[in-house]
């Protein structure tokens, strides 16, 4: 975390923890001003369908990672839309495991209202 882009070199590390589980794949991180007094800060894992989030401002201890409808994919990226600032773009191509298992989605996106992600089950999706 770094109040300015110049200064992440001189920040402290922070590590994504939940449950023993770190996203670990083309991470991608945005803010969203929905969720809180804070926001959120949401990080995506191409390897996993879920996205981790944050609503204290970064803390280490508070985060959760949260189910979506969108699938792990290769280099999967997030995106907030500027006049829809609840609403989490994820995209990407397919994974080699994908194409090597004979599927040839070359492009999938997805958009989710973050604040349904914020509070729905994992089971629902």
Sequence with gaps: ????????????????????????????????????????????????????????????DKWEEHATPAGAVYSRAIQIFKKKPDHLLVYGGETYDGRALGLHTPFSATVVNLNKVLKADAEKW
């Design 1 to 60: 975390m770094a109040d300015s882009p110049l200064d992440f070199r001189f920040s402290k590390g922070r590590p994504i923890v939940i449950n023993g589980v770190a996203p670990n794949a083309s991470p991608y991180v945005v803010w969203s001003p929905v969720g809180g007094p804070l926001g959120t800060i949401v990080v995506s894992d191409a390897d996993k369908r879920s996205v981790f989030t944050n609503r204290a401002g970064g803390d280490p």
